[in-house]
């Protein structure tokens, strides 16, 4: 059997429960090394086979699995974050589903939420912003045109940016191009809940000079919107005026 696990965002104890029992009773490890805390290996029993897959290509991903579920052995394909975000587990899946192997996701917590944590910010605030968006500057990874960050940008909600800190000039000028304003607040989270994470504070006007500054180009998010400044409505979930089905006024 094959599990997908998602690794969390760094921190050792913030893989799931379930993803950690996986990873104990695994016979092989795979494991995204390039991001994922390599501290969680420590959870592998004795004679568990790792492999770094930062060195390998999808065929020999594939072939690995392919021959320990043969057999019969527990693989764990480690993941950063949840699997389900730029993570790759797609074409793993399908090839497994052709080779008629048998596997299982366990999810993860995205660094998007561990950023948020770090933060100790809400991305949904009343009558700020009530929509997320998930996207990434385009880089060698192409992105369809209608999912410009300028279009995007048009809908001025929260955005958070994966895979886009090393191109901080771009992802100002689209996000200006798009309309937002330069004061529009940007936090950029660097290795969110790892031991060395660092926390950036700035404005769209100014992302690509803070980020200079601050050395931060690969392994962050970047996070725009006025979510993250000061101005917000309470809810009315826990407004003493507003009944809901389980408190009336
Ligand atoms: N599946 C992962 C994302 C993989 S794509 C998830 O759910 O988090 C890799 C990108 O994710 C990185 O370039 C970076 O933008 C972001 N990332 C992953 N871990 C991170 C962390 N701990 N802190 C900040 N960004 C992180």
């Known amino acids: 059997m094959i599990y997908f696990v998602g690794a969390g965002p760094g921190a050792v104890d913030l893989i799931t429960v379930r993803g950690q029992r996986y990873l104990e009773q695994a016979d092989v490890i795979i494991y995204a090394g390039s991001l994922v805390n390599p501290a969680l290996l420590d959870a592998a029993k004795p004679g568990c086979k790792i492999y770094n897959s930062a060195y390998m290509t999808l065929e020999e991903v594939l072939a690995v699995m392919e021959e320990a579920a043969q057999k019969g052995a527990v693989v764990v394909r480690l993941h950063t974050g949840d699997s389900s975000l730029y993570g790759t587990v797609r074409e793993q899946m399908d090839a497994l589903r052709e080779r008629d192997i048998a596997f299982e996701v366990c999810p993860g917590v995205s660094s998007l939420f561990g950023a948020a944590s770090s933060l100790q910010m809400e991305y949904t605030l009343p009558e700020v912003s ?31 940016l994966f895979l886009s800190s090393g191109l901080a000039k771009k992802v100002q000028e689209d996000l200006l191009a798009g309309g937002y304003q330069p004061d529009v ?54 407004d003493a005026s507003f009944s809901t089905a389980y408190r009336k006024v």
């Not at 997320?132 to 955005?159: F, N, Y």
């Not at 660097?190 to 006007?205: F, H, M, N, Q, R």
């Not at 690509?208 to 101005?231: F, H, P, R, W, Y």
């Open 130 to 160: 009530q929509t997320l968006i998930i996207t990434r500057e385009e880089g060698r990874t192409p992105v369809p045109k209608k999912e410009s960050i300028a279009e995007l940008a048009s809908h001025q909600s929260t955005m958070v």
């Open 185 to 238: 607040p940007v936090a950029v989270v660097y290795k969110a809940t790892w031991p060395d994470e660092k926390i950036l504070c700035t404005s769209v006007g100014k992302l690509a000079e803070a980020m200079e500054a601050s050395g931060i180009d690969k392994m962050a998010l970047i996070i725009v919107g006025e979510v993250l400044g000061e101005q917000y409505a309470k809810s009315k979930l826990y």
